[in-house]
């Protein structure tokens, strides 16, 4: 079945192998278009730097008049990203455009982690530290980085753990 | 002990967002399922039974209307319904006029070079344009309603136009911010008024958007208010002020449907 969402899910996926954006890669599964892995690089100079953080787009047939659902798979101790891995980013609801591409979606959060913003907090205690206490903060950030490089094996259970029982 | 409290608060909070996200899917899906994106012709009198009969003011201004205006086509409230109608009503005004449709198409590929130019990302903006331009071109040497319909009634064409007409407006309202940065309040900037209100699927339009859309285009509407002030005849408004259209919408408090002139 072609429909605009798959067709621009193939172009979105075709540029961002001609055009890759620096530190951040994203591919379909291989049976599902509407279903990406991503990761994201921790950008130099922030206490995110040398973490893996992986991540999954779920696209819908409305795409790219809707946004994808996008989760950190990874652990994350970050202000704006919620318990179960879910992203508090305006560009993600209220402020979302068909003009973004998952280049810009995954480029995006890689400044999310560069400038949090700790005014609309996903995760209080993440906000606080960062306001309060950055050294506590980047101490706390930086064992997230060292899960990051050991989370290959127990992402099946993660995203099985992130679907609501129906 | 601390940290459990406030993860746990997260989650609930998170909960209570996919709660109102889904509430708010199942309303779209049960709009989706008894309108069509763009109806059939019906007859503007027909809007009548939409009122109760001690809705006077409403039922006078429906008959009062009829003496010049007798076939309509509702729009489904998504929130996008003044740009389908109205792309619907302009396809349908200039299919099987060579000329027109060539000046619409050029319109839109300098559209673009604004676009770019106002930094936004030409990969995505010309597969909206493509879109556009290629539905264009399937009406340009024929008057077929029937095909019209089809492509409006499709969600993926429909939709790609939609977008395509929201980010004309974008253009144009950036392009003029000095003039237009006076009509809106509760923004800093043009561009942040516009991806909040203006390229976003589903934002419902205001005088500003039609403002922008008719003078980008350089396409006159006239919009027919009907509503409960209390006048005898539904109020009409031209876009530009001193035009005289042949595309007409009928508004009414929180919706637009073309209506069309006999």
Known sequence: MTTTARRRLMRDFKRLQDDPPVGVSGAPTDNNIMLWNAVIFGPHDTPFEDGTFKLTLVFTEEYPNKPPTVRFVSKMFHPNVYADGGICLDILQNRWSPTYDVSAILTSIQSLLHDPNPNSPANNEAAQLFRENKREYEKRVQQIVQESWLDDSDDESEQNKNEEPK | ?262
Not at chain 2, 69 to 81: A, E, I, Q, Y
């Open chain 2, 1 to 262: 002990m601390n940290e459990q409290t406030t993860q746990e608060f997260d989650f609930k909070d998170e909960m209570i967002d996919e709660k109102i996200t889904a509430q708010q899917e199942a309303i779209e899906n049960e709009i989706a399922r008894e309108q069509k994106l763009i109806s059939d012709l019906i007859k503007l009198d027909s809007l009548l039974d939409e009122y109760s009969l001690e809705d006077t003011i409403y039922r006078s201004k429906i008959i009062e209307l009829s003496a010049n205006f007798s076939l309509v086509r509702k729009t489904r409230g998504d929130g996008n319904c003044f740009f389908r109608a109205f792309g619907f009503r302009y396809f349908e005004a200039i299919m099987g006029k060579p000329d027109e449709v060539k000046r619409l198409k050029d319109l839109a590929n300098k559209i673009c070079t604004d676009l770019n130019q106002l930094g936004y990302n030409s990969f995505t903006v010309d597969d909206f344009k493509d879109v556009f331009v290629e539905e264009l071109e399937r009406l340009a040497d024929k008057s077929d309603v029937k095909l019209l319909e089809e492509i409006f009634n499709n969600p993926g064409s429909s939709d790609y136009i939609v977008v395509f007409l929201r980010l004309i407006v974008s253009a144009y309202l950036q392009k003029n911010a000095d003039f237009f940065l006076a009509f809106i309040e509760t923004y800093q900037s043009m561009k942040e008024f516009c991806s909040h209100e203006v390229e976003p699927m589903y934002k419902e339009s205001d005088h500003i958007h039609i403002i922008a859309l008719t003078n980008a285009l350089n396409v006159s509407v006239g919009i027919i208010y009907l509503d409960r002030t209390d006048q005898t005849e539904a109020t009409p408004h031209n876009f530009p002020e001193d035009s005289n259209p042949n595309i007409f919408i009928l508004y009414r408090p929180g919706h637009y449907d073309i209506i069309y002139k006999n």
